[in-house]
């Protein structure tokens, strides 16, 4: 089969819980081989839109297309090559994960079974496959649902938070796969509200704040539009540190709750304010980043409230309107 | 873990195709999934051993249960046997034992949240809820023939010997089998019907509790409702009153009036719930509230 350029196609989906709007007009276009995130913080609409890929819920208005193809058109095919999960991946708790697996791959059909082994192997749940699922932590479980995707050889990715419960490493290999995946032509939906890690492995994204698209597009288009980062200083005098800001271009600092400074400023102009500081008699006794620009753009374009003491966004150094 | 050791099964790569109609894969998983939870194994224990328990227990006592229809004639005939668990089973045994399993059918994927993990696997609702259907129907049939075996073989054991029919006439032992074998065989429109009304209020309710405690409060709905001097229509439409058709059999002459209006009134419940089951499945949410 072709693949065909747009993967996912979204266009005006709204869906309503009674009066609540969980989702308005909102469009989403992914093409092949892509890192696509899903961003936004509780209740914005990402495991809603999530649910209605999967066909979970029915949209009320809009069109879903999968590889070019609307649900209709598909029929029971619909999911094919489709994987992943939504919110935390559950299973029969008084079966064993690999009866478990055994159990999605019967529903799979093909030859879904003979890739259990492999599928445990990866996720590194081997030795824990003849456990029942009861007993697993959060991170097996999502660990087996990841292998449970597996066994549909996805062309499709779909996973919700999936590094929610995960140790360190487990992150870090999660991380690595799925830019493996995308490289390899699969198209992956990652949702999340942690856009460090959306930053370090997404192509592109989509923005959603209460129900609607905020952003979307490239991850370095989003990154020309966002505003300084925020960083945290901690000086020998911070009333003068802060007087001093405000004849430094670029820069803006304001006293934070817990003591010290929150500091808005590109690198270049928060290196020439250090500098000047020194130049003064500041000695610069802490320096650390709080928000990287796309974080601050997140917080800005959903409206999230942001750490005590920052500067609110009417004040930011630069603010861009990217819709 | 190892997930970016290499690269992921592919769909290109996929070499068998699906080939096996979806309603008969989830036909068998779903008996594979009723096998491996403990009330299921309970039931069909009891199935298996409840009735040499109980032809054990009357023969430990001269006292015979005499208010029940055949339960004066224990002591002589192992024929008495089945039929007096079947006027039991009637009442009780088989409707909830129905609801035990048909009851939670589909309120159990809500309790452990796996809708989505199966509806998310090229399955359609419409095979889905067939295949969940026709398993429980499975369970409820299997359970009745399970029964219904085990009956006779007690009930062999303990002799046999001519039974009293209801119509007061002697029963020879080759006409009592076929007769002890058609009572039972018409104890399966209700029990199918009973799965129907189990397998609804699973789906309406997406809770277990509820999904099995309702059919057993309506079987206890249903006893009190046929003492109150209803009209026969009215004992008709009732799904308790099918149980009981099996009586026309054993009387004499033998009537089956009771046994076909009882097959009008199970069809009528039994299309009745599955319809509203199917209705309310079909267009359900699964998650992904705001």
């Known amino acids: 089969m072709a693949e065909p350029r747009v993967i996912v196609e979204a266009r005006g989906v709204t869906k309503w819980f009674g ?107 081997a030795g824990a496959g003849r456990r029942k699922v009861r007993g ?38 999660l991380r690595t796969a799925l830019r493996r995946l995308a490289r390899d ?52 005098d911070d009333a003068a540190a802060a007087e001093l800001s405000r004849s430094c271009a670029g820069v803006k600092a304001a006293s934070h709750d817990d003591g010290g400074l929150v500091v808005h400023a590109a690198q270049d102009r928060l290196d020439d304010y250090v500098l000047r500081l020194g130049r003064d008699g500041v000695a610069v006794r802490g320096l650390e980043l709080d928000t990287t620009p796309l974080e601050a753009l997140f917080f800005q374009l959903t409206g999230e409230p942001r750490p005590g003491g920052q500067l609110p966004v009417s004040q930011l150094p630069r603010t861009k309107e990217v819709r | 873990m190892t997930l970016a050791a290499g690269p992921w099964p592919t769909f290109a790569e996929r070499a068998v195709p699906r080939s096996r109609s979806g309603v008969l894969v989830v036909w068998r998983l779903e008996l594979a999934k009723l096998l491996g939870l403990w009330r299921v194994r309970a039931l069909a224990l009891m199935c298996l051993a409840g009735p040499f328990v109980i032809v054990a227990g009357l023969n430990l006592q001269s006292a015979t249960p005499g208010d029940t229809a055949f339960g004066q004639w224990v002591h002589t005939s192992g ?147 046929t003492l109150i001097a209803l009209p026969a229509w009215g004992q008709q439409v009732l799904l308790s009153t099918p149980f009981q058709a099996w009586h026309g059999f054993w009387e004499q002459p033998a009537f089956v009036g009771p046994f076909c209006w009882g097959l009008v009134t199970c069809a009528a419940w039994f299309g009745i719930c599955s319809a509203g089951a199917w209705l309310v499945f079909r267009r359900r949410t699964i998650g992904g509230a705001a």
């Not at chain 1, 999530?50 to 649900?71: C, H, K, Q, W």
């Not at chain 1, 370090?200 to 020309?224: K, N, P």
């Not at chain 2, 949240?113 to 889905?128: A, C, D, P, Q, V």
């Not at chain 2, 002697?170 to 018409?186: E, K, R, Y």
């Open chain 1, 185 to 236: 032509g699969v198209t992956v939906i990652l949702s999340s509200h942690d856009m460090a890690q959306v930053e370090e492995i997404c192509d592109s994204v989509t923005v959603l704040s209460r129900g609607q698209v905020a952003f979307a597009g490239r991850l370095d288009v989003m990154r020309t539009d966002a505003p300084d980062a925020v960083w945290r200083l901690r000086t020998s």
């Open chain 2, 79 to 225: 024929f008495a046997i089945p039929m007096v668990i079947l006027g039991f089973g009637g009442q009780w045994l088989l409707p909830v034992g129905t609801a035990v399993v048909a009851g939670d059918i589909f309120s159990a994927e809500d309790h452990f949240g796996t809708w989505k993990t199966i509806l998310t696997r090229s399955r359609s609702r419409g095979e889905l809820f067939a295949g969940k259907f026709a398993a429980a129907l499975t369970f409820a049939t299997a359970g009745l023939v399970l029964l219904v075996i085990t009956d006779l073989l007690a009930g062999l054991l303990a002799g046999t010997q001519p039974v009293v029919g209801l119509g007061g006439q002697l029963v020879p032992a080759g006409q009592a089998i076929v007769l002890v074998l058609a009572s039972w065989a018409s104890v399966l429109p209700p029990v199918l019907a009973f799965t129907a009304l189990a397998i609804f209020t699973s789906v309406v309710s997406r809770n277990s509790v509820i999904g099995i405690g309702i059919p057993v409060v309506l079987t206890l709905v249903f006893q009190v409702v």
């Open chain 1, 19 to 125: 009066a609540t709007t969980a989702l308005d007009a909102v469009d989403c276009v992914v093409g092949p081989g892509v890192v696509h995130g899903l961003l936004g913080p509780n209740g914005a609409g990402k495991t809603t839109l999530l649910s209605a890929l999967f066909g979970l819920i029915l949209p009320d208005e809009g069109t879903l297309r999968l590889f070019g193809r609307s649900r209709g058109e598909a029929g029971p095919s619909w999911l094919d090559g489709v994987a992943g999960f939504v919110e935390t991946p559950r299973f029969y708790p008084y079966l064993t994960g690999r009866r478990n697996l055994a159990v999605l791959a019967g529903l799979d059909g093909g030859d879904a079974a003979e890739l259990i082994d492999e599928a445990l192997e990866r996720t590194g749940l």
């Open chain 1, 136 to 173: 697993y932590s959060l991170g097996m479980r999502q660990r087996l649902g990841l292998a449970a995707a597996m066994l549909r050889r996805p062309r499709l990715l779909i996973l919700d938070e999936p590094a929610n419960g995960m140790d360190p490493a487990g992150i870090r290999d």
